[in-house]
């Protein structure tokens, strides 16, 4: 039972933007449909399908981070330093669902090893964001930190995680010390179980502070939310967006992005820096693994689109960019398959 009303819930879900359910018509059928007709992950024959190796960070730089700092975890795995401020999105650090999904690739760092936390932060309900172990890892070593989850998630993150535990709603914010998180429109869904399909919302997460502001949509199909978004909020500095994920297009288009649709939201929310995350560290879909980036990167130089594409344990600072990632080859020009898919 919902404790209020919310715009965003009607006819018994939670909806997106549009009003629309993402997988729309697709339902049971579609995934089998998808199942049957997954191949080997050649789309791309330059891409190769090898998982986004992880970097050491440098355990100075995160214990006294400069005032903007952005360091990559793998997958939705983001830790924000801003003035001063220490979030985590998404924590994930090894195998999810339940054990099912194995990380082709070891985390940066262990959930230990990360600088004490001002927050959590979880966009959705779906078990590659909103990993139990994890979230219990970090817990135990915050134990006043708040979870920040999105309407609907709260009484299971004061079930499973404790602690204090706050929902929010779409353009609702709050402060944590110096900086302002806002909740922001995403095109998704939600489902953890069997009876709670569309029983709690997703968002993303617009971080801004007196040194900058940077955002996370979220898993996110393109659509009109982004506009929505910039007519509402100034100009992001670092546009965190999911560029994997995206294969085959017909069944994922709706609810991920792929590398040239998140070049184009990173032109709406007028980023000046897109960061590339979603890739290379679960295998969930059928393009190779070092496709997202590899394309992001051709779809960015088009267009003159700084693009700054890392490692797990890779940072982002004003001074400079630690782990960057590049193609093993060098080459990356080449129009997004995906868009034909
Ligand atoms: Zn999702």
Redesign the pocket.
Known sequence: MRSHPSPWYRDGRFRNLDGLDVPGDMGPGAVLKWKLSRRAPAEDPLARDVPALPITPDAAALAAPPPFQITWLGHATLLWQVDGVNLVTDPTFGRIGHGTTPRLAPPPLAPDALPPLDALLVT?D?Y??CDLPSLRALRGRNPQAPLIVPEGLGPWGRRNVGGPVVELPWYEALAVGPVRVTALPAQ??SIRGPLDRHQSH?VGYHVAGPSGSTLFSG?TGFGPHFAHIAERLPPVDVACLPVGAYAPRWFMQR?HMGPQEAVDAARILGARVLLPVHWGTYRLTDEPLDEPPRLTLAAAAEVGLDVCPLHPGGRYTRAGRHGLWQPPDGVTARPDPASNR
């Open positions: 959705h779906h590659d964001h998704h869904w997703w898993d609810q």
